[in-house]
Structure formats: C-alpha cells, structure tokens
C-alpha cells in the first residue's frame, strides 16, 4: 500500500456516551474487555498493509495518546514508517478543528510531507473489520476522484448517516447528510445505501477541494455536509460495498454512539457464536497488553453452609482478574478486576480495576476504571434508587458509572480526576 496516507479522525467528543466519554475520547473508550474502540480502525490498517497513518486528536485525547503511545509505536521510522498522533494544529488560525474536513485541512502540511498519491479517511470511533486495500485498489483502477465505503442500513439508521443513491456504475448521484426521510434502495423499501465514513481521494483533488471549501465562511467544513455533496454533479464520485473481513454470517459493522449500543455490542461478544469474532487468527486485533497475570478462579467451597465458589459462566475474563470466591454470569471483566466473596456480576460490563465488595450484587451496568463497590451495595435492581446516587440511567435500563473519585469509592460521590 505504497503511496496511501491513512488519517484517523479521532477527536469526537461521544457526548451520547457519557458517562464513559466524560474523561476521554469516544476512540478511547474500552470494548470487549482488553479493547480500546480506536483499536479496530488501526489494526484494519495494519492488516490491510498500511503502514503510513496520522491519528487527528481534539477532545480530552490524554487517555488515548496515552494507549497510542503505549501500545502501537513499533513501526520502523527508518522505512518510513509511522503512526503520528496530531492535535488541532492552528497553523491556518487559532480555532479547533470545526468538522471533519477542517480537520484534514488543518493538517495539508504533515500530509504533503508523506507526498502520498491518495489519501485514506477514516473515523476511528466504529467497530468492524475492514481490508482496505481492496477499496484503494478499487478507487485506483476505477480512477475516481473520491470513492466512499458503504452498507445497507435500515432507514431508521439511514437517519444517522449520510445516505446516498448511485446508478448501475456505482457512480453516487446522489448524497444527503442524515436526511429526515432517507431514499430507500430500490429492491428494498426497508432499507437505504449509508455512508460508512470512509473516504479514498486522489491527493491533489483533496487539496483543492479543502482549499475551496476554507474560502467560504458559510460551511461546516464537514464532508458529508459540504465536500462530497458539491462535487457528486462534476467529478466521478463512487460507492463501494463493505466487504467484511469479519467470519461471522452477518456484515458487522457497529457505530457504538449509545450507552445502549455500546452495551448491546459487548453483551454480543460473550455469546457461544458472537456476531464479532475476536478468535480470528487471520484477522487479528492489536491492542496495548499490560503486564499482568492470567486471571484466576479462587475458592471451591462448594458444601459449605454459606457456599463460597469462584466460578464465571458465558464470560470474558481478561488478564489480572480474580474471581475470589464471586459469583461471574454473561459479563465482561477488564483487566485487574477483582470479584469477592459472595458478590454477583450479571449481564455487566466492568472496567480496569473494578473491585467489587462481599455480597454485593451488580445486574445490567457498566463500571468505569478504578471504581470500588461497596460490601452489599446492589447495582441494578433498583433504578429509582440508582439513579438518586447520581448514576446514569439509560432508556433500556442500564446503569452507568463513570469514575467518581480518584479512589473510585462510590461512598463519595465528588469527582477527582483520574487515569482514563
């Protein structure tokens, strides 16, 4: 994949993710137990032989340069090889990144420096398996000035996406930024052809068409809003269909913008058959790994009185966990929980650190990093009272908890800052 730039739009504030997002970058939020979300997007990168990537930052981004930083700086400068994290750059003026074309426009300088022929847009919030070099080498032989990634979407989600219709070539005739009443696919009434935010474009096109859009004081400076839109009637703009490197029997491909739809996404993964295969050898998904020991299962008592029996059912259990005598059933535990005696987790998510107290009982939450749980406090069963702790309460009945102190006691409710 010589002479293709990849450039990771990570800067999103995921405010529809709060609690989770309110100390870090929606990229940066945890998944699947050993799992940041950005991890997906670069190991797509990786597997599909890109090796010159720039990661664009804006919001609370400590938390994720720091996994960067950690976790994938191993390729070789020397060979011209690199993933570069950019802040906001204000070299035009003083103002942040204003929409994602702004973004890719506040860097023009880090991106003639690579001197790349096309260059590869990527939003670095979505979980999915994707090879890349398919779409480039598509863009290339079709000679498209911009080639956009797309999926089947139903029209409710349609409603979330750009949406766009394309003739027999695949040529895009026509693009509509999360339009109020999506155009349905000809064979199916049900659903509509979405933007993926993935874009090819030819690098010289690129800039001139950022360069443009700079001028006019009137735009989001956004793609979906304003680039792809005004160029559909004078250039070859061209649809791609998603091509799934994932071995399930479904396309996946998660915009995980919900507490809801975080939390329904992860529950998938402790399924006999998930729809997101993380076993894949072929496909592999690279993350930073602490050093930390295998997880273990302590205590057997099983004809006791009280019985007390470490065991876990339909879970992930990652590396530097105890299960002390607690009780795991359909939940996630990050790395260096710790569940004791007699405690519950169920159907729950817990992040790094996670120590849940004797007899306590967690149903249907999310626990950020760090947090203690108190010895018989009961997570889940009551909202009403859940939600007068100050915890967050979705729609469908999840609770979340994002990092309340620096000790991560929920015994007091005033927030330090803490290691996200």
Known sequence: MKNVLAMVLAGGKGSRLEPLTRDRAKPAVPFGGQYRIIDFTLSNCLNSGLRQILV?????AASLDRHINLGWRFLNRELDEFIDILPPQQRIDEQWYQGTADAVYQNIYSIEKSRPEDVLILSGDHIYKMDYSELVREHKLSGADVTIACIP???EEGRQFGVVQVDDRRRIVNFQEKPANPQPLPDDPNRCLASMGIYVFKAEFLFDELCRDATHSDSAHDFGKNIIPSIIDTHLVRAYPFHDKNTGDSLY?????????????NMDLVAVAPDLNLYDKSWPIRTYQPLMPPPKFVFSQADADDPRVGQAWDSIICSGSIISGGRVLRSILSTDVRVNSWAEVED???FDGVDVGRHAKIRRAIIDKGISVPEGMEIGYDLEADRARGFTITESGIVAI??????GDLADTNRADAVA
Do not use: C, N
């Not at 664009?56 to 609370?60: I, R």
């Not at 491909?253 to 996404?265: N, S």
């Open 348 to 350: 729950s998510i817990l």
């Open 56 to 60: 664009l930052t804006q919001y609370k």
């Open 153 to 155: 979407a139903s029209i």
């Open 402 to 407: 994002g990092k309340l102190t620096g000790l």
């Open 253 to 265: 491909w998660r915009d995980v913008g919900t507490i809801d739809a975080y939390y329904e996404a």
